[in-house]
């Protein structure tokens, strides 16, 4: 009889697998950058495309022949700097010195934090501690384009803490784009919270292997949950769970192409379960986590590919009907 083993399937590096504190990621790692500029932008999950472009990458197979790549099209509304924070580094960890405000704040972000009554955008304060700061960071939030509650975050500023300051000054209170931190060509980190799937069984949450027909009358479990000794079940052990709704990152996503007409992506008839893209968008090659709707926070590639092709040249955005059937153009 064939023994019946295998190697267990299934990566440990995403353990615990929890649901998200929130409904969009919170960036803990910043790569360094002597570019004074914000290092991250944030975007809204619209749906998938294709593109036909020629491919210019001389190592490549198919070089300076035309090939279909898959593309994620995310919606980049721009999003306002209502605050700035100075951080200061201890032997504990980062420590946050103090923040300014901005004095114009849109009325919608009430809706996610606590504003203060008295907003000064003083900041004679942070001048008088630049020599304790360590890095700045940019508080701000999103203009959603299809509801009113906007998402609220923390963006690092690059370059020393001095010119990241007056950075900061400057765009207090004002808006930026996905032009003032991104280019064409760009390799970042996709930041987001995953679908969610609710509780699912050991197979489809770890990919075990399903038991042979005689096993106990069970077949989508694990064959034993542990030895007698330590008498506990350990974490290792493939078990039943939340499956979904875990925040993910994405490394080296490459984007494609940034426009600002939305009906240069919109397909006929508009994208499913997210409708038209109004304003400036991005092209993503590949797919990025997260359903439709969802906020996607993207970061200066934290660990950027050493080869950086070359970037393909791009000749039809697909625009064809996702609704199943052909639906004519208004």
């Known amino acids: 009889m064939s023994k019946m083993t295998k190697p267990r399937a299934g990566s440990l590096a995403f353990s ?6 929130r409904i969009y990621p919170r960036i803990t790692s910043w790569p360094e950058s002597t570019e004074t500029k914000p290092l991250a932008f944030a975007g809204y999950k619209a749906g998938m495309t294709h593109i036909i472009a020629v491919d210019k990458y001389k190592n490549s197979p198919t070089y300076e022949q ?10 980049v509304p721009p999003i306002t700097v209502f605050g700035v924070r100075a951080y200061a580094k201890t032997p504990y960890g980062r420590k946050v010195l103090t923040e300014v405000w901005a ?6 972000l009430k809706r996610r934090v606590k504003t203060p009554k008295s907003k000064k955008s003083d900041f004679s304060v942070l001048e008088n501690i630049i020599d304790q700061i360590s890095e700045i960071r940019l508080l701000v939030h999103t203009n959603p384009p299809f509801k009113k509650t906007p998402e609220v975050f923390e963006i690092k500023v690059g370059g020393d803490p001095k010119s990241a300051l007056e950075y900061a000054k400057e765009k207090l209170g004002k808006q930026i784009t996905i032009n003032d931190v991104f280019k064409e060509g760009d390799y970042v980190d996709a930041i987001a ?7 699912q069984g050991p197979v489809y949450r770890w990919g075990i292997k399903i038991q042979y027909r005689k096993a106990h009358g069970f077949r989508r479990h694990v064959g034993a949950l542990g030895p007698w000794h330590p008498t506990k079940t350990m ?3 493939p078990q039943a769970g939340q499956t979904g709704f875990h925040v993910r990152t994405e490394i080296n996503k490459r984007i494609i192409k940034i426009g600002n007409n939305g009906s ?9 379960h997210y409708g038209l893209v109004k304003g400036s968008y991005i092209l993503v090659k590949g797919s990025l986590p997260g359903p439709k709707k ?17 970037l393909p040249e791009l000749i039809k955005i697909s625009q064809e009907s996702q609704q199943g059937t052909r639906v004519k153009a208004i």
Do not use: H, Y
């Not at 790549?69 to 919606?75: L, S």
């Not at 969802?294 to 070359?310: C, W």
């Open 16 to 21: 615990p697998r929890v649901r998200a504190r």
């Open 66 to 75: 035309k090939v279909s790549i898959p593309v994620t099209i995310v919606e």
């Open 103 to 108: 004095d114009n704040l849109d009325n919608n």
């Open 193 to 199: 919270v995953t679908k969610g799937k609710g509780i």
């Open 235 to 237: 974490w290792r052990i």
């Open 264 to 272: 240069d992506v919109n397909p006929i008839g508009g994208i499913p």
């Open 294 to 310: 969802r906020l996607i926070i993207f970061r200066q590639a934290l660990r950027p590919p050493k080869v950086q092709g070359v």
